[in-house]
């Protein structure tokens, strides 16, 4: 449906695309499904890569994407159970390295008068496609899963027409990881994060 529209805008008028650096970070919960089997705290992690964007002059409407390396991470209360306490573990971090590849349908706010030079919101919405590089050892406790999709949502504004600075929630459609030694024992990723792109063009 994307595609579709941006074909048929595109022949309306010239799209605007760019491309950036982009920095940021999250806070990653690893939530388990089986929240009473021990605590799972947050922790925040760094992001890092490159963003292409390819806007509609005049109606606001357009289209991002993304190619970044995200870690993820949170601390497991582990030695809360005797099954994994046995294998001397306790509060164990686990961190997970990704290449993420998210795309968003993007709308900007223009019509401000002449301020949108200095200053335009925008909100964005869309999937993230996760591939899982790499992760720290946890004992023996922990098996991951290696492609995952999420699903995200975030607003910002854009400053001078060169920096965007944003912010959303993320959550995975299916599961990140799970224990080894409970089978139904899986957890996915809920995320807030925090955004800049710096545009060259």
Known sequence: MVVALLTVLSAQAQPVRRWGVTVGGNYNEIHFKQTDIFESDRMFAPSVGITGDMMIPGIGFGVDASLLYTMR???LHLGDRRVWESQGLGNEVARQHYIDLPLNLKFRYSNLGGFESTMMPFIYAGPTFSFLVGHNKVGDALRYTTVN????????????????????YCFSVGQNLGTKLLDDHVAKYRTWFVQATYFFK
């Not at 999709?149 to 959303?168: D, P």
């Open 73 to 75: 991470q949170g601390r």
């Open 149 to 168: 999709v999420q699903l995200h949502a975030g607003l910002g504004v854009e400053l001078f027409n060169k920096v965007q600075v944003s912010g959303g």
